[in-house]
């Protein structure tokens, strides 16, 4: 394949010559991926993918209005740029006007990386990882366990889970002159530990593959298969409910997507507030929480500028390359800001506001061993699955608990409890929060195929609502 | 093999042959003792418009290889997006050394159940329309007629409206000699109308019940397939009707569900359930596993007596209808619950000898060049019943109760036990006749409980396809585009919930 590079240097070149398009951006975006699955103690799939898309967005402008054309490619052959380009400009010259238009960004200088080659990965980086299963599905019922010491070794459990690592690197260009790039690392492993009726999960990210915890994680496993020795069922109702932090990312996360502008000023979500405008200014809590994303947080980085091949309720195309800076959505328990792109950002007069790929909570700073100590009798979460919208005026939320309910008395983990289906809102948790725990990197369960970059803190609900019981195990 | 229908020229244009020879070869040559090729290419185009005015409109075209190899009993993958013969070796050799890197890890050698060997064999689904020959603009103007209906309607405040459409082009070759080309289209048009209460802070929806088809142009641009101007002059009406609608009294209420509504709940509670990997723990770290194992195969009682479902390749118009899966394997039609017995998997080439079958019923499917085939859902579709029964007579049988209109919201368990669906309508039922909407209305069930619910179902009439073109599974995740037909049906005591109440309010 050329180099991505030269595909934008060939697809502006291309614009430039037919002329049709006022301005145009290239986005380029290689994608190496190495996947790694297992069941049953034994690989079922795995896998390395290399790809590149292209896309190609063409402007016309008439006055202060715009139209735009895009076109997106998978092809790594050359020869369809020039088409794609035709393709894009074709495409603005009917289409009908768009409605977040914004005037160009300004040009800059490339970034000193702008020419060099891209990174990949392979099969060969969950070695490590590779070898302590290896061990685990061979040794778990004897001895030579994963861990050494306790752990897993000797409880006979039976392994499931996924292993993968994506090195994307994004090109933006525009014929202004504009040029970012940003290389993404993103890795992730599970592994669901099966034993006797009793299902445990841990979860981790990892950019690089280098420091996987796989031994900590085969204890955390171990324990929690412990502690499901003892199984007490309990009936829907409302509990007192430690929600540890990957719970906490998954609402939050769905929250976040939820937190555009246009649609609240609009009063068609749950961010919208009685008697017109938005619920920006609301206090939910007298809990510091803060809940942002920052594309420089610390081990959670993330590309610094937009990257859109379609406009939505959150972003636009006409901010490509745009700087992305930290936001607090909520800042101190109140509702700080929305999504705005610049359109809509000079439509309601609110500051512009960009999500970067990566979402942060903070406000505690008890260990989530602290608060299950603090609890004379509550429910301790895992996972949460399948997670869906059930009333979007409040954000109303319904999924499963999955892979470890726990039983908390007198300040110890006595149990395993049964699933449940819950009923809740992210706004409404926030709401009712009792407690948060530090903030610590988590690897939420349900949007993990999207979301891997999270830190959160733990969470104390005084009711959280277990609408009814789930027999899966 | 069908109709009039060929495959685009430029599909044919590519060296298929050639890129099959130079990696099967490849992988043969670096010790796979089974190999296969796979040119994929699928084009979709995203439009979205907001109160009429275009909100995004993207055209994307992907194409890859994919070459999947045994080596030594031990699967191994590798695609790229270059259609180049020395890459299409290399991509083979690569897998071969994906799978030697990993084959410590595999405890399984890979069997493959037999299939007939099809050359040159090619397929071609059913539309009139291809909706890539239609100029964005054009698609644009019915969206904007459509969403402009919806707006002019009293008590809209705002409409969404959109399109996606995707036309999926594969080649597939495998060392056993077969050689397969096909190519099918899927259309997705959905609006939604919202009426905002501004002073309360609230809103309500209501969308189109249109479903996603297997079929082009033809079901989006008049009413030749849907009656969409039946549909969008109703819309307003009755989303006024279901805003100052009364809230429903929870508990155990008879339902009648409409097709509309139905083919979701049969998509997670049967076509997940019955899907042989998830049934064996392949699925069991993420998608989850299913309450019907192997070992209640031919015994359990999955529903009522009236309940018969069937999986089906074959059928007119379906999403998952395909003339052979990614395994080289001819489409079928079998059954999953026969009489309320369960009965039947859905399988691939690897899972049918491990079942003790000896063919596979073909349901290997990957969503790109870039995913390795996995076990993906059939046309999963609850039968009718063999008397003329309509959807009235069926409210007819009901004293109290409600019937129910469209999908909306969906969850299940990862046992596929325990699920909660809402709907776009919910009309009361009294003394055997419709009496105006309720809203905030869920039903919660077990699969089982709910299917054993089964009282009745409607005939031939009243059956419909739905379907859904995002139907998620797997590690890395893939999706598929797939349909459900069924009849309305009568369900005796499923409860119902609230859901201001579960909310708290």
């Not at chain 1, 799939?45 to 735009?68: L, P, Y």
């Not at chain 2, 070992?295 to 999403?319: H, W």
């Not at chain 2, 491990?354 to 085939?373: F, I, Q």
Request: include cysteine.
């Amino acid at each position: 394949m050329i180099g991505a590079q030269q595909v934008v240097d060939l697809a502006l070149a291309e614009a430039s010559r037919l002329g049709r398009a006022d301005e145009t951006t290239v986005l380029v975006s290689d994608r190496v991926e190495a996947t790694l699955r297992w069941a049953n103690n034994t690989m079922t799939t795995n896998g390395e993918s290399t790809s590149r898309t292209t896309t190609v967005i063409s402007i016309m402008r008439q006055g202060d209005k715009a139209r735009v054309g895009t076109v997106r490619s998978s092809s790594a052959d050359p020869a369809v740029i020039a088409d794609l380009v035709a393709a894009s400009q074709l495409a603005a010259a009917v289409a009908p006007q768009a409605r977040d238009t914004a005037p160009p960004l300004p040009g800059g200088a490339a970034p000193a990386d702008w020419d060099a080659p891209t990174p990949g990965t392979g099969a060969e980086v969950f070695l490590g990882v590779a070898g302590e299963l290896a061990r685990g599905f061979g040794g778990l019922s004897g001895g030579g366990g994963l861990s050494g010491g306790g752990g897993l070794s000797g409880i006979g459990a039976t392994l499931f889970g996924y292993a993968r690592h994506v090195v994307e690197t994004t090109f933006v260009a525009t014929s202004g002159g504009l040029r970012r790039r940003w290389t993404q690392p993103t890795g992730s492993v599970e592994i669901n530990a099966k034993h006797d009726g009793a299902s445990a999960w841990v979860g981790t990210s990892t950019p690089d593959f280098v420091s996987v915890p796989m031994d900590s994680m085969l204890d955390q496993l171990g324990t929690r298969l412990s502690w499901s020795r003892r199984i007490v069922e309990l009936p829907a109702g409302r509990y007192e409910t430690i929600m540890p932090p990957s719970t906490v990312a998954d609402m939050m996360i769905y929250l976040a997507w939820t937190m555009g502008g246009r649609g609240a000023q609009e009063g068609r979500t749950a961010l919208a507030a009685p008697g017109g405008g938005t619920r920006v200014g609301e206090k939910l809590t007298s809990l510091p929480l803060t809940l942002y994303s920052d594309p420089g947080a610390s081990g959670l980085e993330c590309a610094p500028f937009v990257s859109t091949s379609s406009s939505s309720e959150q972003t636009s195309v006409f901010d490509n390359g745009m700087t992305i800076d930290r936001v607090d959505w909520i800042r101190e328990g109140v509702i700080n800001a929305l999504a705005y792109p610049r359109a809509a950002a000079a439509e309601f007069d609110t500051p512009v506001a960009a999500g970067a790929d990566n979402l942060l909570m903070t406000g505690g700073s008890k260990s989530l061993q602290d608060m299950i100590a603090g609890t004379e009798r509550g429910l301790l979460l895992t996972t949460l699955w399948y997670i869906r919208e059930v009333d979007p005026s409040v954000l109303l939320l319904t999924g499963l608990t999955r892979d470890g309910v726990y039983l908390v008395e007198d300040g110890e983990v006595t149990a395993a409890v049964n699933n449940f289906r819950f009923n809740e809102s992210p706004l409404d948790l926030v709401r009712r929060a009792t407690q948060a725990g530090v903030s610590e990197f988590t690897l939420p369960r349900e949007w993990g195929d999207w979301a891997t970059r999270a830190q959160m803190p733990s969470l104390r609900i005084p009711d959280f609502h277990m609408s009814s019981v789930s027999q899966a195990q | 093999m069908t109709g009039s229908r060929r495959i685009d020229a430029d599909f044919l244009a590519l060296p298929r042959q050639e890129l099959a020879d130079a990696a099967l070869s490849a992988a043969a040559q670096a010790g796979a003792s089974y190999a296969d090729l796979r040119i994929h290419a699928i084009a979709t185009e995203m439009l979205q418009l907001r109160d009429g005015a275009l909100e995004a409109a993207v055209t994307d075209h992907e194409i890859g290889l994919a070459v999947r190899v045994i080596v030594d009993g031990t699967w191994g993958f590798a695609s790229h997006s270059q259609l180049d013969t020395a890459v299409a070796a290399d991509t083979a050799r690569r897998a071969v050394k994906v799978a030697r890197t990993l084959a410590a890890l595999n405890a399984e050698r890979i069997e493959l159940a037999p299939e007939p060997v099809y050359r040159d064999a090619s397929w071609v689904s059913q539309y009139r329309i291809d909706p890539f020959d239609v100029a964005a603009p054009d698609k644009v103007a019915v969206l904007e007629d459509y969403s402009g209906r919806l707006l002019a309607a009293d008590g809209v405040d705002h409409v969404s409206a959109s399109l996606n459409t995707a036309k999926e082009q594969t080649f597939y070759a495998d060392t056993f000699g077969s050689s397969i080309t096909q190519q099918r289209v899927r259309v997705l048009p959905k609006l939604e109308a919202v009426t905002v209460d501004a002073a309360a802070g609230t809103f309500e929806t209501m969308s189109t019940l249109a479903p996603p088809t297997g079929r082009g142009w033809e079901a989006v641009e008049g009413d030749e397939v849907w009656d969409w101007a039946g549909e969008l002059a109703q819309l307003p009406s009755l989303l006024a009707e279901k805003s100052k609608a009364p809230s429903v009294i929870a508990g155990p209420t008879d339902l009648v569900i409409d097709p509309s509504n139905l083919w979701l709940t049969i998509h997670e509670s049967i076509g997940h359930a019955t899907e042989y990997d998830r049934a064996i723990g392949y699925e069991a770290a993420y998608a989850g596993t299913s309450f019907a194992t192997p070992d209640k195969l031919g015994s359990m009682q999955y529903g009522s007596p009236v309940m018969n479902v069937t999986a089906d390749r074959t059928l007119e118009y379906g999403l998952a209808t395909v003339g052979f899966d990614d395994e080289g394997v001819r489409a079928q039609s079998w059954d999953l619950v026969r009489d309320g017995v369960f009965v039947g998997y859905q399988l691939d080439r690897v899972f049918a000898p491990r079942l003790g079958v000896s063919r596979s019923n073909g349901c290997s499917y990957a969503d790109s060049a870039h995913h390795v085939p996995i076990q993906r859902m059939a046309n999963v579709s609850l039968q009718p019943g063999p008397e003329d029964v309509s959807t009235d007579d069926l409210i007819g049988r009901v004293a109290d109760g409600i019937y129910i209109v469209g999908d909306k919201s969906w969850s299940i368990d990862m046992q596929r036990y325990n699920f909660q669906f809402t709907g776009q309508r919910f009309f009361r039922i009294r003394d055997g006749k419709l009496d105006g909407q309720v809203r905030d209305v869920a039903y919660q069930a077990t699969t089982t409980d709910f299917w054993g619910a089964l009282d009745a179902v409607g005939g031939q009439s009243t059956w419909r396809l739905g379907g859904a073109f995002n139907c998620g599974k797997a590690q890395p995740g893939q999706v598929a585009a797939v349909s459900h037909g069924c009849p309305s049906a009568l369900f005796r005591g499923i409860t119902v919930l609230n859901t201001r109440e579960e909310g708290g309010r």
